[in-house]
Antibody, heavy 121, light 107 residues
Framework: EVQLVESGGGLVQPGGSLRLSCAAS????????MNWVRQAPGKGLVWVSR????????TYADSVRGRFTISRDNAKNTLYLQMNSLRDEDTAVYYC??????????????WGRGTLVTVSS | DIQMTQSPSSLSASVGDTVTITCRAS??????LNWYQQKPGKAPELLIY???SLQSGFPSRFSGSGSGTDFTLTISSLQPEDFVTYYC?????????FGQGTKVEIK
């Protein structure tokens, strides 16, 4: 079955750290760019970060640059998000999402079910 | 960053109605526009890509159009399972940005 399964969320104090994982199955993980997208409770979707297929190129939203690190292990078919210096406003469900394209048109065609990160004292 | 503005933020309709959701980009994005459907408590699902291409698995009552800065998602003959939230997203530049969402509610 083609799927993405996130894990690693939980309750953390402001200033703390957390590492999220996203296990991929059913497709050739190493061929695809991958992303993290988050959604605060009751709010909309916000793109967080992306990584290219071999892990050498990464991009971040301004709100997390310098605090979050995206990485991947293609041998384990797993995507990661290391989150440091967490703030209250980082509280959200974090989704991993696979990027696909049709010609020049890129889109997120597979999403995980998400993992909830709550930053609170 | 490119801002994406959806309207309305919510709408009420009845089963069988036709509804249109609008998405406007703060600058031209050609046809680099995607639509996602999100059911409560679930992950988003790709609905339409490249402004008008319907993703496999979705019925033909969903259609998208537009280019440049103005785009529309039309749902014809609303079915009970369509009363959920829809997001547009641009893939023209980084950071990828989403509209704020449109919740379609049962009247």
């Amino acid at each position: 079955e083609v799927q993405l399964v996130e894990s690693g969320g939980g309750l953390v104090q402001p200033g703390g750290s957390l590492r999220l994982s996203c296990a991929a199955s059913g497709f050739t993980f190493s061929n695809y760019w991958m992303n993290w997208v988050r959604q605060a409770p009751g709010k909309g979707l916000v793109w967080v970060s992306r990584i290219n297929s071999d892990g050498r190129t990464t991009t971040y939203a301004d709100s997390v640059r310098g605090r979050f690190t995206i990485s991947r292990d293609n041998a384990k078919n797993t995507l990661y998000l290391q989150m440091n210096s967490l703030r209250d406003e980082d509280t959200a469900v974090y989704y991993c999402a696979k990027t696909s394209h049709s010609g020049d048109y890129w889109y997120f065609d597979l999403w995980g079910r998400g993992t909830l990160v709550t930053v609170s004292s | 960053d490119i801002q994406m503005t959806q309207s309305p933020s919510s709408l009420s309709a009845s089963v069988g109605d036709t509804v249109t959701i609008t998405c406007r980009a703060s600058q031209s994005i050609n046809r680099y526009l995607n639509w996602y459907q999100q059911k409560p408590g679930k992950a988003p699902e790709l609905l339409i890509y490249a402004a008008s291409s319907l993703q496999s698995g979705f019925p033909s009552r969903f259609s998208g159009s537009g280019s440049g800065t103005d785009f529309t998602l039309t749902i014809s003959s609303l079915q009970p399972e369509d009363f959920v939230t829809y997001y547009c997203q641009q893939s023209y530049s980084i950071p990828r940005t989403f509209g704020q969402g449109t919740k379609v509610e049962i009247k």
